[in-house]
């Protein structure tokens, strides 16, 4: 460990610096007047056992100001106290009443009593202000711990979160680690099962609780305070350094089961809300840097739905946006990372969309993040929609049209086949003037937000009462089909009909071209109830029902299946230097309807089938019936190109083990047809004496 002179302190790196002689401190402020160091001995105190003055003349470098205090250690807690011209009107908002968290802190530590409306109101907030913790990020043995680096084309993800896959009492965790780092740990045999290749985790960064709805809890986290620190209650330890440990023993562990570790991000937004709300980090340090403001200074864009966005393409917010990506890499071994509402990032410190916006360039080709999987929810919440056109050469996307296209064919709207057979296939009318690899469309139907996969098939309209907004939140945009009763029933054929479609989705998730990802529980049919804006219901409306895997067993076996067939050599893995034009081009496959190359695209059209010649000398046909009626579907003739008997591997339609059989015991298809029942799929395969594609 280093030393440094104790008379001397350093503008960089950001943040606190442990040395072995004491800790250097360093932080951005540009129109501050007095910035003070404040030193706790407890978390819950009000006032600091030590403040230590910056001398303007000695402690400040441009504009960051910074010391070195000998005798330091990891552990210390501390916050930053500003003075400066509380101006509104010229975006400048400091409150030396409120302490602040250290934009560059690597833990925060949490007073049981902690206010947010204290951070609003005026006054001293000191004993119940979140505070940052000083952490010596190198007191770590990762044991040889790499990141993995799976290719998207071997990649399925399981969207879970944190504290919500282990919460619940019949988890089957101990008590004391449900909803921890731990927790998740611990469920690692059951996401091997599975046969999932990544975790992409809801926000772990420090997030606000309590922003939400009077006696709620923010339980998405989609609320940062702070973009270094791991968020502390998903800690087992009580002691402040306890999520820094706990989170990297989670991420050594489901590395070492081969599962990779993505993070959802939140770089569009803080905790902070609009000009009403509190002053917990930026706002204190440089408001009118860190945040894109209304022409009205006093004011604050709002691009994200929040009350506030982030000034991302500003020097000083880029800067921090790369050295935080670059903190969860190389100190936290994080695999990806999801972008939320990343089309914020494109905009400028106006608010204008940008055509080469800095950030995102910044973040393409950074040498740290080579490799690193990235991936964009490509829209904002004021408008823009960048699907098939968000910039750079590495980023996926998450494919919002896949989402309602699917749901729309299955559901049985009208004007659908078409766009479902683009979905198959990659998406080449979104994603084909890129040349591309096929796997930049990640394609889901459900994720955090919205119905889960019980309840679209459930439900015909929100239920969010208990959100307390009335049922004004959420989307009422949900392509949903209650399939004959809304909510619970106990009529037998309605519940059948609600396993097929929900199988369907499945099916058709996870065959497609392109990266599949799967929402936590939609493999056990986990309902929230008809609420499609869950964020503040931190109990068992979200957590995860450990029940259903056995009340579900037959769609946990399924998805299992699936997974382990998307995954296998027979399905076949896209050479990773192939484009999408590329492999459409050189593939070898022929669509259909219920006649034989006669698909039908026709407006009023419910049914496609497709023949494909795929790898390990297999053919497929895969047929898909969204029509009230059964179908009868022409099969190719089985001496065709040399090919075995059709095989049925599955139907959606029938009963477990049906469904999904074993490849050794797929029953031959006898005949020139495939009767389908409504509403269903069914996936034919057979062997191929010699390479060949279709002769048309």
């Known amino acids: 460990m280093k030393t440094m002179n104790p008379f001397e302190s350093k503008c960089f790196p950001l943040g606190p610096t442990v040395y072995k002689d004491g800790v250097n401190f360093s932080v951005f402020s540009k129109n501050a007047a007095v910035v003070e160091l404040l030193l706790f001995e407890h978390v819950d105190d009000a006032v600091p056992r030590r403040v230590i003055g910056l001398d303007p003349e000695r402690n400040r470098t441009y504009h960051y100001w910074h010391t070195f205090i000998p005798g330091l250690t990891a552990g210390q807690i501390y916050g930053w106290r500003v003075h400066g011209p509380f101006e509104p009107e010229r975006g400048l908002r400091f409150d030396a009443g409120k302490v602040l968290l250290d934009p560059y802190g690597k833990a925060v530590a949490v007073p049981e009593n902690y206010s947010r409306r204290a951070a609003s109101e005026q006054g001293d907030n000191a004993a119940v202000a979140m505070k940052s ?138 905790a902070e809300g609009n000009h009403m709300g509190p002053t917990i980090c930026f706002r204190g340090f440089e408001n009118s840097v860190y945040y894109v403001l209304d022409n009205d200074r006093a004011c604050f864009a709002d691009y994200t739905g929040t009350g506030n966005t982030l000034n991302a393409n500003q020097p000083i917010v880029r800067r921090m946006i790369i050295d935080s990506l670059h903190f969860w890499v190389e100190k936290m071994h994080v695999d990806g990372f999801r972008f939320d509402l990343a089309s914020i990032l494109s905009r400028d410190e106006s608010g204008r969309p940008m055509e080469n916006p800095p950030v995102l360039w910044d973040i393409e080709s950074d040498p740290v993040l080579a490799g690193v999987k990235l991936i964009a929810e490509a829209w904002d919440a004021a408008g823009l929609y960048q699907v098939g056109s968000f910039v750079g050469d590495n980023w996926k996307e998450w494919n919002g049209k896949f989402r309602d296209d699917v749901r729309a064919f299955l559901k049985g709207d009208n004007s659908t086949v078409t766009r479902l057979a683009q979905r198959l296939m990659g998406s080449p009318d979104i994603y084909g003037h890129e040349e591309r690899e096929p796997e930049k469309s990640v394609n889901f139907v459900t994720c955090h937000d919205g119905f889960t996969l019980n309840d679209l098939v459930s439900y015909n309209r929100k239920h969010n009462e208990a959100n307390g907004e009335d049922n004004n939140d959420g989307t009422d945009y949900n392509l949903s089909w209650n399939c004959g009763i809304e909510g619970p029933g106990d009529d037998p054929a309605i519940e059948e009909l609600r396993n097929r479609q929900v199988k369907n989705f499945l099916t058709i998730t996870l065959m497609a071209v392109g990266t599949p990802m799967l929402a936590m529980g939609d ?172 002769p048309g």
């Not at 059951?190 to 339980?219: C, I, M």
């Open 523 to 694: 493999e056990v049919r986990l309902t929230r109830y008809g609420n499609n804006n869950a964020y503040c219901q931190d109990n068992e409306t979200s957590w995860f029902d450990w029940s259903l895997l056995e009340k579900h067993a037959d769609i946990y076996r399924f998805t299992r299946s699936l997974v382990q067939f998307r995954l296998s050599r027979q399905y076949g893995k896209t050479p990773r230097w192939m484009s999408l034009n590329e492999l459409l081009r050189d593939a070898c496959f022929d669509w259909h309807g219920v006649k034989l190359d006669q698909p039908d695209w026709r407006y009023d059209s419910h049914s496609l089938a497709v023949t494909v010649w795929a790898a390990a000398n297999l053919v497929f046909h895969l047929m898909l019936n969204s029509y009230r009626e059964p179908l009868e579907f022409e099969l190719p003739l089985a001496s065709e190109a040399g090919k075995g008997p059709w095989q049925r591997l599955i139907d959606t339609s029938l009963e477990s083990p049906d469904d999904f059989c074993r490849w050794s015991q797929a029953p031959r298809i006898s005949g020139e047809t495939y009767r389908l029942r409504p509403h269903s799929i069914a996936f034919l395969f057979s062997h191929v004496k010699e390479s060949l594609c279709s």
């Open 133 to 270: 913790v000083v952490a010596d990020l190198d007191d770590y043995d990762w044991e040889g711990d790499t990141l993995l680096m799976h290719p998207f084309s071997a990649t399925v993800i399981y969207e879970t979160h944190v504290a919500g896959l282990t919460r619940n009492p019949n988890s089957g965790v101990a008590i004391e680690k449900r909803g921890t780092y731990a927790g998740l740990t611990e469920k690692i045999p059951y996401l091997k099962e599975l046969g999932v290749t990544a975790v992409e985790l809801l926000p772990v960064f420090q997030f606000d609780e309590q922003d939400a709805p009077a006696g709620r809890t923010n339980y998405w986290g989609y609320a940062p305070v702070s973009f270094f620190a791991p968020h502390s209650r998903y800690s087992l330890r009580k002691d402040p350094l306890g999520p820094l440990d706990e989170f990297r023993d989670m991420v050594k562990a489901l590395h070492a089961a081969g599962i990779e570790v993505i993070l959802d991000v939140v770089y569009n937004h803080s």
